[in-house]
Each structure stands twice: as C-alpha cells, then as structure tokens.
C-alpha cells in the first residue's frame, strides 16, 4: 500500500489495483485501490484522488469457488469412469479421463462432434436411446455397448443424468461411461463352466439312466460309477422329476424301459 501511495504521489495512475490490508483492530481485508492525478491549469500537479473499495466478501467468494474448484477437478481425475458432458442431439461439449488410452480416439477427434460422427452406428443407437431416456425420466442406468480400443475390446456401462430442469430444447446431460470388460470375462467365464457342468451332468445322467435300465440297485451303480448312494438317489430324483414322475408309484426303470420300446 505505501508503494501504491509513493507512485501516486509521483504522479502515476491506478485502476482496480488489488492490495491485502491489515485493520487496525487487526483484521484482514481486502480492498480496491484506484487513484489519478489532480493538476491545476498549468498543469502542476496539486495531489491525487483515491477510492478505495472492500472486496473482502468477493474475494472469499473466489477462494472458496477455487476450493471447490480444486476438490472436483482432483475428484474427476481421481474417477475411474470416463465423463462426458453432452447436449439433446448427441454433441459432446467436455471430456474427462485418467488416461487417454481409455478414449476411443483422442478428444481432438470428437470434441465437439456429435456421438453419430464419431463411434460405429450400433453403439450410437444404444448411447442415443439410453439418452432419450434421460431426456424423459432425467436418468438412465444399465445400457452396455462394446468398442476395440487400444487395449483391444473392450466392454461398458453407461449412467446418464440430466443436468437441469426437465424437457426443455436445449438440455444438457453428465454421461459417465464404466469399463465393465473385467466384469464381463468373468460373466463369460462363469457361463463357460457353468455350460461345461450342464453337459457332465447330463453326461452322467445318461450313464445313470442306462444302468437304472439295466435294473442295477442304487449301491451297485454307486460303485461302478465311484460316487454315493446318496447321490445315486439325488440323481433318480432328478430323472424322475423331469419325467413328470415325481409323486407317482410308477417304478423308473419299467418307464426307461417302456420309453426305449416305445422309441
């Protein structure tokens, strides 16, 4: 403040010029400093005019929107999901990523663009529906879509939210996209074995039904088969259950056997 005041006093001029005060009640403020010189009519310099305004209150304003500020943008950078802020018809306005190799192609490509012009004609139509939604109801959750990026094929989950009120022409939506490729090995991994035991079981259930045919005893067909009685018995339960013959007296093996004259 006295350097302001020394240049003021020198005849210089200021407008707006931020400065940190200390009160003499020992607070702190923020303040304004304006000044120009006042000449007489031969130009003489006779002093200088000065305002001062407080700006405390909007410079506490500014600290905490740059707080704010600062807390998203570690956030989204903390986000493992890929973000992208984009309009009714599919334009994309923002882009935020923890990686670039997580982008389909990099945001030169498609800022700006809208999704059409961009990523294959399938996957459009999935993101475009699943936008329609949220155009409606204000959110969209579950859609998933695949797409070869650098990493290879690759699998994801869209979540959509209107940003705003609703059904207004120029609506803006926060589109967060989940990479669920781990997830959807495992689902496939999962049906593999899954698919895998089906045809053991029903394997095993052709041997058991055979020697039930040969009118082996449970015990006897334990052995050959290595296994428990118990489970001989489980899986004559399931043989008669899938014959309709759960609840009758109708003995399995005559009906195996009525069935293979039959065929």
């Known amino acids: 403040m006295g350097r302001l005041f020394i240049e003021a006093v020198q005849g210089s001029s200021g407008n707006n010029v931020e400065c940190r005060v200390v009160c003499k009640d020992g607070r702190k403020k923020w303040i304004t400093v304006s000044w120009q010189p006042i000449c007489d009519e031969d130009g003489c310099r006779l002093g200088h005019r000065a305002s001062i305004h407080d700006i405390t209150e909007r410079k506490l304003m500014e600290d905490q929107l740059y707080n704010t500020n ?22 994309i306005h923002e882009c935020h990523f923890s990686s670039i190799d997580r982008l389909y192609v990099p945001p030169s490509a498609f800022m700006g ?31 998933t879509y695949s797409l070869t990026v650098p990493k290879g094929l690759s699998w994801y989950e869209l979540s959509i939210a209107m940003m705003g009120e609703k059904k207004q022409s120029d609506n803006q939506f926060i589109v967060l996209i989940r990479d669920i490729t781990d997830r959807k090995q495992l689902e496939e991994d999962l049906k593999k074995a899954y698919d895998e035991l089906e045809a053991r079981v029903l394997e095993r259930t052709a041997e058991l039904a055979d020697l039930v045919r040969e009118g082996k005893s449970a015990k006897e067909i334990a052995s050959l088969l290595n296994c428990s009685v118990r489970s001989i018995e489980f899986y004559k339960d399931n043989i008669r259950r899938k014959l309709g013959l759960t609840h009758q007296k109708t003995n399995l093996r005559t009906h195996l056997l009525s069935l293979n004259k039959n065929s």
């Not at 600062?70 to 334009?91: H, K, N, T, V, Y």
């Open 70 to 91: 600062e807390r998203l943008e570690a956030m989204l950078s903390a986000l493992p999901d890929l973000m992208f802020r984009i309009d009714q018809d599919g334009c």
């Open 113 to 143: 663009k809208k999704i059409a012009d961009v990523i294959p004609e399938e996957t459009t139509r999935i993101i475009m529906t699943a936008l329609g939604e949220a155009a409606t109801r204000g959110s969209h959750h579950g859609a």
